[in-house]
């Protein structure tokens, strides 16, 4: 008899994420009528993905957050640099009002070096400081676009921050990622994929195409998994990067194989 295939452990979450979203998909629409184990185990199943998908976007807001606080260093060093430049200038009223400005800045010097709650204090304070030079700020070319791209960069940061500290306190009631996994898997090997091999023998007019499309499903992840296990043992590197770590949830368009 031919063994039952089973998702291979070793699947990113990304991947059982893609996977589960198919499975699904396909439960809905092919299981045969009447089949109330199926109706049950697709209602879990899709419980789980949602869940799932919900962990995964929560996990990555940490990963936006340092790339907005990568954008506001970016941009609060364009502005220092852009104001030091013009305290060289030959004419007067130019360096005159880079000087006045370049004096504000020293007051936060090298603020991307900071911890990101020092950072936010201080840009905020510079910011401040800024509303009553609208004089020598308007004589500087480029220096109004330059403070105004730090203030949309705090901005965005500060938003981003906000939406962190809800997720980590949503975070704590619901579950993780990679806590998931172990019982997705054990709900698809150890019960789903077992019944549809047995259906398939005993009606396979019903559980046929139901079951051949999963089973491809599955053998394609599978196969993934074990050509990225052999690029290892080989020594060749591969993308270490799992879904709960920035990876996108695969939104599913392609419910057919």
């Given at each position: 008899?031919?063994?039952t295939?089973?998702?291979?452990t070793?699947?990113?979450i990304?991947?059982?994420?893609a996977a589960?979203?198919?499975?699904?998909?396909w439960?809905?629409?092919?299981?045969?009528?009447?089949d109330s184990?199926?109706t049950?185990?697709?209602k879990?199943?899709?419980e789980m993905?949602?869940?799932?998908?919900a962990?995964?976007?929560r996990?990555?807001?940490?990963?936006?957050l340092?790339a907005?606080?990568n954008?506001?260093d970016a941009?609060?060093?364009?502005?220092?640099?852009?104001?030091?430049g013009?305290?060289a200038?030959?004419?007067?009223k130019?360096a005159?009002?880079?000087?006045?400005?370049?004096?504000?800045?020293?007051?936060?010097p090298?603020?991307w070096?900071?911890n990101?709650?020092?950072?936010?204090g201080?840009?905020?304070?510079?910011?401040?400081?800024f509303?009553?030079?609208?004089e020598?700020?308007a004589?500087?070319?480029?220096v109004?676009v330059?403070?105004?791209?730090v203030?949309?960069a705090?901005?965005?940061?500060e938003?981003?921050?906000k939406?962190m500290v809800?997720?980590?306190e949503?975070?704590?009631?619901?579950?993780?990622?990679s806590s998931?996994k172990?019982?997705?898997l054990?709900?698809?090997?150890d019960?789903?994929?077992?019944?549809?091999?047995?259906?398939?023998?005993i009606?396979?007019?019903q559980?046929e195409?139901l079951?051949a499309?999963?089973?491809?499903e599955i053998q394609?992840?599978?196969?993934?998994?074990?050509?990225?296990s052999?690029?290892?043992t080989?020594?060749?590197?591969t993308?270490d990067?799992?879904?709960?770590?920035?990876?996108?949830?695969i939104?599913?368009?392609d419910?057919?194989?």
């Amino acid at each position: 008899m031919k063994k039952t295939l089973r998702v291979n452990t070793s699947i990113r979450i990304a991947e059982l994420c893609a996977a589960l979203e198919r499975i699904v998909a396909w439960l809905e629409e092919l299981s045969a009528e009447g089949d109330s184990y199926l109706t049950e185990t697709t209602k879990k199943l899709k419980e789980m993905h949602e869940s799932l998908v919900a962990a995964l976007n929560r996990s990555k807001i940490s990963t936006r957050l340092e790339a907005f606080d990568n954008a506001r260093d970016a941009e609060t060093r364009l502005l220092y640099k852009l104001i030091d430049g013009y305290t060289a200038h030959p004419n007067e009223k130019i360096a005159a009002a880079a000087t006045a400005l370049s004096k504000i800045c020293a007051k936060y010097p090298a603020m991307w070096n900071l911890n990101q709650n020092e950072q936010s204090g201080m840009t905020k304070s510079l910011l401040g400081d800024f509303v009553g030079e609208t004089e020598n700020i308007a004589v500087l070319d480029g220096v109004a676009v330059r403070v105004a791209n730090v203030k949309k960069a705090h901005e965005d940061f500060e938003a981003a921050h906000k939406t962190m500290v809800a997720t980590n306190e949503q975070e704590r009631a619901t579950d993780s990622a990679s806590s998931l996994k172990k019982p997705i898997l054990v709900l698809v090997n150890d019960d789903l994929l077992p019944y549809l091999a047995t259906m398939r023998r005993i009606q396979p007019a019903q559980y046929e195409k139901l079951a051949a499309l999963i089973d491809r499903e599955i053998q394609n992840v599978n196969d993934k998994v074990s050509a990225r296990s052999k690029s290892a043992t080989k020594g060749e590197k591969t993308p270490d990067v799992d879904a709960e770590k920035g990876e996108q949830p695969i939104t599913q368009t392609d419910s057919q194989a």
